[in-house]
């Protein structure tokens, strides 16, 4: 299958982000990308008397899983192009090394030719574990051949693999190792384990809530609407993606932003409750709830007016420099992370990727945020400061003025950008007639030089203030 084209001109770098950000097309563009490289490279290691006991395929098939696997948590870092096919090719001869070793042992490996029937862990499934379940088998077929996707999917509905060997014209060995490789997965992600935290964290209880709805999900994890049935209300509860749950920097991540977002007490800022635990391991985060929608809901539908966008921005302006005099930079400033209740409040969310200021960054800490909202010193290891989230609320007040972010294209075109300092185009080259002011002052927020933007958030709601009063 030839790469998507949007896969064509990017880089193993882009490859991997486009992965890590779950890009439903990037693990097969990968594998299109290298496979054909692999196996000539595994079958050349194999000597006359293994080729016919190893398949290559298998092996190549089980280097793309561990790495889709640790990748997807987040775990390499490729510093050039070359690296992604020295990792695969590395991977690849590791799990031929240990192939060639059980079978020089005397051992017929056998384990891709027959299904183990060792129960997998379970308990009675609550909503939310039930959801994580089919997102783990839509995980793992996404990682597999095409042609097994269906042929697996009438496995786990009952069908026997003599049934599906006579219906899908494969051969019982390629139907084994298929049916094998989903239980390796599942019970790799679904084996209980547990990340130990200090406990005194773990203020609330699961039994209290009752989950009636999911309202959505972003590349860390998903948002339920819920009962609190204790107090009768209505409350939004986060948790973790299930392929998160066992990284521990995503965990502790996690546990972070409940304990940043505890320490700003705003009217803008959504409140949170308290972190608790689920009865199968994972963390989940009680806030308030915001009837409503988000801003990048109502930036689709039309560019809000000048004087509307000036507004809001003030407003997140005044809730950010409340989370920054307690030292809690947001880092993750865009539309979607806006909420906007059915009265017209707006409210900040999400401080998945939040930090404290000059907190240093180490490789436990992760970092990331929407390349079309990023700053560029968001794209190095070095702490933050305030002027990271002044470029994201320029970046806002240039969305909700034009309709788009201030960057967009492919990835690795944005990225060049980021890296080379290139500014964003300025709203009038779309066509907008803006006061030569106020677009001025977005473009200094978007400045590519922390030092040449706002010092803060105070200062950019005091400097948009005063525009606002020449433009009204």
Same mark, same amino acid.
């Given at each position: 299958?030839?790469?998507?084209?949007?896969?064509?001109?990017?880089?193993?770098?882009?490859?991997?982000?486009?992965?890590?950000?779950?890009?439903?097309?990037?693990?097969?563009?990968?594998?299109?990308?290298?496979?054909?490289?692999?196996?000539?490279?595994?079958?050349?290691?194999?000597?006359?008397?293994?080729? %016919?006991?190893?398949?290559?395929?298998?092996?190549?098939?089980?280097?793309?899983?561990?790495?889709?696997?640790?990748?997807?948590?987040?775990?390499?870092?490729?510093?050039?192009?070359?690296?992604?096919?020295?990792?695969?090719?590395?991977?690849?001869?590791?799990?031929?090394?240990?192939?060639?070793?059980?079978?020089?042992?005397?051992?017929?490996?056998?384990?891709?030719?027959?299904?183990?029937?060792?129960?997998?862990?379970?308990?009675?499934?609550?909503?939310?574990?039930?959801?994580?379940?089919?997102?783990?088998?839509?995980?793992?077929?996404?990682?597999?051949?095409?042609?097994?996707?269906?042929?697996?999917?009438?496995?786990?509905?009952?069908?026997?693999?003599?049934?599906?060997?006579?219906?899908?014209?494969?051969?019982?060995?390629?139907?084994?190792?298929?049916?094998?490789?989903?239980?390796?997965?599942?019970?790799?992600?679904?084996?209980?384990?547990?990340?130990?935290?200090?406990?005194?964290n773990m203020t609330l209880?699961?039994?209290?809530?009752?989950?009636?709805?999911?309202?959505?999900?972003?590349?860390?994890?998903?948002?339920?609407?819920?009962?609190?049935?204790?107090?009768?209300?209505?409350?939004?509860?986060?948790?973790?993606?299930?392929?998160?749950?066992?990284?521990?920097?995503?965990?502790?991540?996690?546990?972070?932003?409940?304990?940043?977002?505890?320490?700003?007490?705003?009217?803008?800022?959504?409140?949170?409750?308290?972190?608790?635990?689920?009865?199968?391991?994972?963390?989940?985060?009680?806030?308030?709830?915001?009837?409503?929608?988000?801003?990048?809901?109502?930036?689709?539908?039309?560019?809000?007016?000048l004087t509307e966008a000036?507004?809001?921005?003030?407003?997140?302006?005044?809730?950010?420099?409340?989370?920054?005099?307690?030292?809690?930079?947001?880092?993750?400033?865009?539309?979607?992370?806006?909420?906007?209740?059915?009265?017209?409040?707006?409210?900040?969310?999400?401080?998945?990727?939040?930090?404290?200021?000059?907190?240093?960054?180490?490789?436990?800490?992760?970092?990331?945020?929407?390349?079309?909202?990023?700053?560029?010193?968001?794209?190095?290891?070095?702490?933050?400061?305030?002027?990271?989230?002044?470029?994201?609320?320029?970046?806002?007040?240039?969305?909700?003025?034009?309709?788009?972010?201030?960057?967009?294209g492919r990835e690795s075109?944005?990225?060049?950008?980021?890296?080379?300092?290139?500014?964003?185009?300025?709203?009038?080259?779309?066509?907008?007639?803006?006061?030569?002011?106020?677009?001025?002052?977005?473009?200094?927020?978007?400045?590519?030089? %922390?030092?040449?933007?706002?010092?803060?958030?105070?200062?950019?709601?005091?400097?948009?203030?005063?525009?606002?009063?020449?433009?009204?």
């Amino acid at each position: 299958m030839p790469l998507p084209h949007t896969f064509h001109s990017d880089n193993s770098q882009a490859l991997l982000r486009r992965y890590v950000a779950a890009d439903p097309e990037a693990a097969q563009a990968i594998v299109d990308r290298y496979v054909n490289r692999l196996l000539p490279l595994i079958r050349k290691q194999l000597s006359a008397s293994l080729r %016919p006991r190893i398949d290559a395929e298998d092996v190549a098939q089980s280097a793309f899983r561990s790495f889709f696997l640790k990748a997807r948590d987040d775990r390499f870092t490729l510093a050039s192009p070359g690296d992604l096919w020295r990792l695969l090719a590395t991977l690849s001869l590791n799990k031929l090394r240990r192939q060639v070793e059980r079978h020089t042992a005397g051992k017929r490996a056998v384990a891709r030719e027959v299904v183990s029937d060792r129960p997998l862990p379970q308990h009675d499934a609550l909503p939310h574990e039930a959801q994580s379940l089919l997102e783990e088998v839509q995980f793992a077929l996404n990682e597999m051949p095409v042609a097994a996707h269906d042929v697996l999917k009438q496995f786990l509905a009952g069908q026997s693999l003599e049934q599906l060997a006579a219906t899908s014209h494969k051969s019982p060995r390629t139907l084994r190792r298929w049916v094998q490789a989903l239980r390796d997965h599942l019970e790799q992600r679904l084996r209980p384990e547990r990340i130990d935290f200090d406990r005194q964290n773990m203020t609330l209880s699961w039994k209290d809530y009752v989950l009636k709805q999911h309202v959505g999900s972003g590349g860390f994890g998903k948002v339920y609407r819920a009962i609190e049935t204790r107090r009768n209300r209505t409350v939004a509860i986060k948790s973790l993606h299930k392929r998160h749950q066992k990284n521990l920097a995503a965990v502790r991540q996690f546990v972070r932003e409940s304990q940043l977002m505890a320490k700003v007490c705003h009217p803008g800022i959504v409140g949170v409750h308290g972190l608790g635990q689920y009865p199968g391991g994972g963390y989940f985060l009680v806030m308030d709830w915001v009837d409503g929608e988000n801003l990048q809901q109502r930036i689709t539908r039309q560019p809000l007016p000048l004087t509307e966008a000036i507004q809001i921005a003030r407003s997140v302006a005044q809730a950010i420099a409340a989370a920054h005099a307690n030292q809690v930079i947001h880092g993750d400033l865009k539309p979607s992370n806006l909420l906007v209740s059915r009265q017209n409040a707006v409210y900040v969310a999400d401080f998945g990727l939040a930090s404290l200021r000059s907190q240093v960054a180490d490789a436990n800490m992760i970092r990331g945020g929407t390349l079309a909202y990023l700053a560029p010193e968001q794209l190095t290891r070095s702490p933050v400061d305030f002027p990271v989230d002044v470029y994201g609320l320029g970046a806002l007040l240039y969305a909700m003025l034009t309709g788009r972010p201030p960057r967009s294209g492919r990835e690795s075109a944005i990225l060049d950008e980021l890296e080379q300092g290139i500014a964003p185009r300025p709203p009038s080259s779309l066509g907008l007639s803006l006061p030569a002011s106020l677009e001025a002052f977005v473009m200094k927020c978007l400045a590519a030089d %922390p030092n040449q933007r706002c010092i803060s958030a105070e200062q950019f709601g005091q400097r948009l203030a005063a525009i606002g009063r020449t433009v009204a």
